[in-house]
Structure formats: C-alpha cells, structure tokens
T-cell receptor, first 114, second 111 residues
Framework: DTAVSQTPKYLVTQMGNDKSIKCEQN?????MYWYKQDSKKFLKIMFS???????INETVPNRFSPKSPDKAHLNLHINSLELGDSAVYFC?????????????FGPGTRLTVL | TQLLEQSPQFLSIQEGENLTVYCNSS?????LQWYRQEPGEGPVLLVT?????EVKKLKRLTFQFGDARKDSSLHITAAQPGDTGLYLC???????????FGSGTRLSIRP
C-alpha cells in the first residue's frame, strides 16, 4: 500500500523520559512534515524537511529534534518529556511539484505523558 | 492569532439536511484546501481550490473559493452519517510556504 506510516500508534510514558516517533512515506514525495494536534484539534506545523534538509522550524522547544536519514523517512525525537507534550503527532508528506503543497498524513501517534 | 477561522466550531444536524461550513481569513492565499479527519486517523485531502470564485463539486459536497481568495465555504447537500468528522480548511501562500490550518469544524450527522 502506498501511504505515510508512523510508529508507534500510541505512546504512554513518564515525565522526563526521552522518546522517538518514526515516519516513513513511500509516495516518492520530496517534503515531509511533523504536526502537533492538541486536545482542541488545532493542527500546527512543527518542522518540515525537503530532501533531508530542514526548511521549516516553527517555535518549538529544543527538546524536539527531527532527523531525516533520507527523503522517505522523518523521525522525531523528544527529550525530557513534559505533561504539555501530550498530543497527537502527525507526520505528513507532499510533492511541491504540484504547486499546492497538498498534504498526505499518517495515522498519527497519540503521546500521553504522565 | 488564528489566521484561518472556521465557523461553526460544532454542528449537529439530522440526516438529509443541508449545511454550510465557512473558512475566513484576512490574508490572501494562493490556494486553499479542505480536509476531513475521522477519529483516530489523519486528515484526508478532499479538494484544493486555487482561483478566486472557483467552485468545485465532489458528489454532495460543494467547495467555493472567495473572489478575493481570503475565504472559502463547504456546502453539503443531504448530509449522511458518513459525513461525520472534523473538517479542516488550510491555506497556502505559495508552493514553497507552509500550510496553515483552520480552527476546524466538528460535524455530527444524526441518523
């Protein structure tokens, strides 16, 4: 199946821990993103990579560090997790060649920090 | 500051009724997209509108881009329970810029 996939689907952890979320797309897209969706369902961009290069870095704490080993993968590592980091994190990809940045989203990772 | 405001925030109607969801901004966008998100899943693209005044139809869904490219509407005719979900509009200033998502409209269709 061609798609954007994320692992894990659910992540429950204690405050202060370090965790990673992985994302892979097999759509052949050049650009990948991380979004955070809060409890009010507001979807906000965090990072964007184009061909492994960081192009968008919103005001996100330094505890969040994305890493793109190749253009099909974009991982998100979070250090020293805080209660406020609890949210659903979505990976997405797009092909800028279309001109409209249409987003293809993964199924999301629900992170709960206790 | 929320650049894209959607209204209403919540809407619960009976199956068979019609409805309209609005997406408003003071900014001009080069294109605007509508997504639908179901519980436990990621948003799925429904349509992209790019020309001021453009109207696009997707079965019972009609999407319109405002003449000034600052606003958009989504009209659903004869709503069905399968239309239930979170509807998100998203604007883009250019092909190289980030997408900005609206505040969302949660739609519930009662059988």
């Amino acid at each position: 199946d061609t798609a954007v996939s994320q692992t894990p689907k659910y992540l429950v952890t204690q405050m202060g821990n370090d965790k990673s979320i992985k994302c892979e797309q097999n759509l052949g897209h050049d650009t990948m993103y991380w979004y955070k969706q809060d409890s009010k369902k507001f979807l906000k961009i965090m990072f964007s990579y184009n061909n492994k290069e960081l192009i968008i870095n919103e005001t996100v704490p330094n505890r969040f560090s994305p890493k793109s080993p190749d253009k099909a993968h974009l991982n998100l590592h979070i250090n020293s997790l805080e209660l406020g980091d609890s949210a659903v994190y979505f990976c997405a990809s797009s092909h800028p060649g279309t001109g409209y940045n249409e987003q293809f989203f993964g199924p999301g990772t629900r992170l709960t920090v206790l | 500051t929320q650049l894209l405001e959607q209204s209403p925030q919540f809407l619960s109607i009976q199956e068979g009724e019609n409805l309209t969801v609005y997406c408003n901004s003071s900014s001009v966008f080069s294109s605007l997209q509508w997504y639908r998100q179901e519980p436990g899943e990621g948003p799925v693209l429904l349509v992209t509108v790019v020309t001021g005044g453009e109207v696009k139809k997707l079965k019972r869904l009609t999407f319109q881009f405002g003449d000034a490219r600052k606003d958009s509407s989504l009209h659903i005719t004869a709503a069905q329970p399968g239309d239930t979900g979170l509807y998100l509009c998203a604007g883009s200033y250019s092909s190289a810029s980030k997408i900005i998502f609206g505040s969302g409209t949660r739609l519930s269709i009662r059988p």
